[in-house]
């Protein structure tokens, strides 16, 4: 069963923004501080920029396969299921890891004010969000805008009264430290940034995904960056240094100075809200990673069904509830700091990605947004990042490792004897070497994938051109050694003799010229009985003689029906009128490259559809 499509522009930009803000801004600043002094703000600044250079090509994965498991779907289309497994799993135990943070967050909060334990609150709050996600996307989403809504609000209240507190000496020296730490710090605290991918995980379930999809995460990555800059343009002008370095609650403390007792409680509102948003969209978007490698075999089909009711995941939410239930009993500081590693590393998998893509030359990876400046932006991007990772430290690598072991112990004792396919690396290889070591079997899926994104409404022809026979001949040739083949080649299907299939395409072409223009031929009788309705395409890139002014066809529809089905006969050539019609229409049926393409460039077209029925 297919996921609901019901996320829109808004809920994409709450889902992107929420997962965002959170510790990264509420409790890194003072750590940030520490290592560049005032000129903070532009190492988060610079980060934006970079998460927005990354995220270009997280958005055109997204736009040309809005799939569940987001980064782990375009990776293994692109690399393989070996690297899409660990890529996965390493995504779904990051995202996993940051929802416990940022419910460990809550519990905090809870327990300052109400003392109420930390453990047992977690656990009540880990499972109403597993509760909230299970009921649907779309209740999840709803609850997202409110709360994105109004932690947005409290940070531009926060900001605004705190531009009149500005202290300009709090400034100088701006770079105690030096230009080369502010570059530096941007890494450290790229992970304020890394909720990014989280949109990618849930891009099936949203609606119009060539708009929403690049619309709602770029205006969130410039939304976010200006919010971080402008909050730690303010928090450094009104709180002293010594109080910023090292602070964990930065935000919280200049809040207290701009407005007392009152800016104290708001802020911490807002870091409650900031935390329960990372939450709620990271259980959101981590179950749909068991879900993603189960629909590839990877994981036992059991965890890719879709409730009836609910139409969501319900034991893939489950299983992610249970590890970050597990995952709050581990020391978190250190595992959200290996996330941000497995994050930065499915940055650069995801460049990669598209490099990989796009050099397949494969004809059904289209992308409604494209990534300006390639290759130059990806190779920067898998740099930057790679530079990134080694800065994070041993430590939180060892622990990646770790995680990646598991990742590759699963593939090989269980993913890799169940699953099978193509992907766009073999295309490339085969590019390259001129060997054949593909089918049509990842193109069948990228245009499945178009067909679904696109919401095209396939009608009876469109179903009758999925199993039609498709002939790309050699030639030139006459107009009745045509005839020949096509009678062989539908005779057993319509139950009659190929003399018999020849003599009426004969007398149809005696009757009436079948070759409708210079470049396409539609050869169609009917027949005698009942149910019968065959359709053949046909291809003679050297050209067939029909007439001495049609002397060169190339493009050939040949239909078969009974009398009962002469309306359905009448609007097959209305379909095919509409099909050939663009103006491209020669040059694409004259490159498509074998007869699988020919059948995907009908399937693909912008033809005009009928309601016809389905076959």
């Not at 809005?66 to 899409?84: V, W």
């Not at 690049?214 to 303010?234: A, N």
């Not at 007792?261 to 935390?275: M, N, Q, W």
């Not at 609007?571 to 103006?583: E, G, H, R, Y």
Request: charged share 20%; hydrophobic share 50%; glycine share 6%.
């Amino acid at each position: 069963m297919k996921l609901k499509k019901e996320l829109n522009f808004f809920d994409v930009f709450s889902i992107a923004t929420g997962a965002m803000i959170s510790s990264g801004i509420f409790i890194l600043p003072g750590l940030a501080f520490a290592r560049t002094g005032p000129s903070v703000f532009i190492s988060y600044f610079l980060a934006g920029i970079l998460a927005l250079i990354g995220i270009f090509s997280i958005i055109e994965l997204s736009t040309a396969m809005p799939k569940a498991g987001g980064d782990y779907y375009f990776i293994n289309r692109s690399l393989g299921p070996f690297i899409g497994t660990i890529s996965g799993f390493l995504s779904w135990f990051a995202l996993s890891l940051k929802s416990a943070f940022a419910i460990f967050g809550i519990s905090e909060i809870i327990y300052i004010t109400t003392g109420f334990p930390t453990l047992t609150s977690s656990i009540i709050v880990c499972v109403f969000f597993v509760l909230l996600n299970i009921i649907g996307v779309k209740e999840a989403a709803k609850f997202q805008v409110s709360l994105v809504s109004g932690l947005l609000i409290l940070m531009v209240l926060y900001i605004i009264f705190g531009f009149s507190k500005i202290d300009t000496s709090y400034y100088y020296p701006f770079t105690p430290k030096g230009i080369n730490p502010i570059f530096a710090t941007a890494g450290f605290i790229f992970i304020s940034f890394g909720g990014l991918l989280k949109v990618a995980s849930v891009s099936e379930e949203i609606k119009n995904p060539k708009k929403n999809i690049p619309l709602g995460m770029i205006f969130s990555v410039v939304t976010v960056t200006l919010i971080y800059t402008l909050i730690l343009i303010v928090t450094v002008g009104v709180l002293p240094a010594k109080d910023f370095s090292g602070s964990l609650t930065p935000i919280a403390d200049a809040a207290r100075i701009i407005t007392g007792t009152p800016g104290f409680i708001i802020i911490s509102i807002a870091a409650l809200l900031a935390f329960i948003t990372t939450a709620n969209a990271g259980i959101m978007s981590a179950s749909r990673y068991p879900l993603a490698l189960s629909r590839d075999n990877l994981l036992p089909n059991a965890i890719s069904k879709v409730n009836k009711r609910f139409k969501t995941p319900v034991l893939s939410i489950c299983i992610t509830g249970l590890f970050i239930l597990l995952a709050l009993q581990l020391p978190l500081e250190m595992l959200v700091k290996a996330a941000s590693v497995v994050i930065l590393t499915s940055y650069v998998l995801t460049n990669l990605a598209v490099i990989i893509l796009r050099e397949s030359k494969l004809k059904n990876y289209r992308p409604s947004f494209k990534t300006p400046f390639y290759p130059w932006l990806q190779i920067f991007g898998i740099i930057i990042f790679s530079f990134f990772i080694i800065d994070l430290g041993l430590e939180a690598i060892e622990i990646t490792t770790a995680f990646l072991l598991i990742s590759i112990s699963i593939y090989l004792f269980y993913g890799r004897k169940k699953s099978a396919g193509e992907y766009a690396l073999l295309h490339l290889l085969k590019r390259i070497t001129d060997k054949k070591l593909t089918d049509h079997i990842l193109e069948s899926e990228f245009r499945d994938i178009i067909i679904e994104r696109d919401n095209i409404k396939h009608d009876k022809f469109d179903n009758l051109v999925k199993t039609a026979t498709i002939l790309d001949l050699e030639g030139p040739m006459e107009r009745e050694h045509l005839f020949k083949i096509i009678s062989k080649n539908i005779s057993a299907a319509i139950e009659m003799k190929e003399e018999e299939v020849f003599t009426l395409l004969q007398k149809r072409q005696a009757d009436c010229n079948t070759a409708i223009s210079p470049f396409i031929a539609i050869p169609h009788i009917i027949i005698e009985g009942s149910g019968h309705f065959f359709l053949m395409l046909i291809r003679c890139k050297e050209g067939i003689k029909f007439t001495p002014e049609e002397d060169s066809v190339k493009a050939i529809f040949v239909f078969v029906g009974t009398k009962e089905d002469r309306a359905f006969h009448l609007k097959t050539l209305a379909a095919i009128s509409t099909l050939v019609q663009p103006d491209d229409f020669e040059e694409k049926w004259l490159n498509a490259e074998n007869t699988h393409y020919l059948r995907d460039m009908v399937l693909l077209s912008e033809r005009m559809r009928f309601s016809i029925g389905k076959k």
